[in-house]
């Protein structure tokens, strides 16, 4: 089982920049491809980057803006993200896929089976 927790959300004016953090803890080994979720207040949950073996892939609403990256002597995944706007605004999930499953984009990602952090909330204001 692999737990993960996320930290660096919080408040920032539009065009302004958050880097989120993600520890992987317990069984990390068996992790290849990690990433990014984001959920907006009534809306579903959003794909937004992924990154392992090799590959990274983007959500074309964040690409450009955010980069995804890890350490991996760390087992720590990172977001930045850089001119953030206000519909930015959401709870932002990191995820694992399980079982050391390849992810070679993020439409495989979003379909894999996967561990889930709590969240952590991220709010753009104008």
């Known amino acids: 089982q692999v737990h993960l927790a996320e930290s660096g959300g919080g408040s920032v004016q539009a065009g302004g920049s958050l880097r989120l953090s993600c520890e992987l803890s317990?069984?990390?080994?068996?992790?290849?491809?990690m990433g990014w979720f984001r959920q907006a207040p009534g809306l579903g949950m959003q794909g937004l980057a992924v990154?392992?073996?090799?590959?990274?892939s983007y959500s074309e609403s964040v690409k450009g803006r955010f980069t995804i990256s890890q350490d991996n002597a760390k087992n720590t995944l990172y977001l930045q993200m850089n001119s953030l706007k206000p519909e930015d605004t959401a709870m932002y999930y990191c995820?694992?896929?399980?079982?050391?499953?390849?992810?070679?984009?993020?439409?495989?990602?979003?379909?894999?089976?996967?561990?889930w952090g709590q969240g952590t909330q991220v709010t753009v204001s104008s």
């Open positions: 995820a694992a896929a399980r079982r050391g499953i390849f992810c070679p984009d993020l439409v495989a990602f979003v379909k894999a089976e996967k561990y």
């Open positions: 317990r069984d990390t080994n068996s992790i290849v491809s």
């Open positions: 990154i392992g073996g090799g590959i990274t």
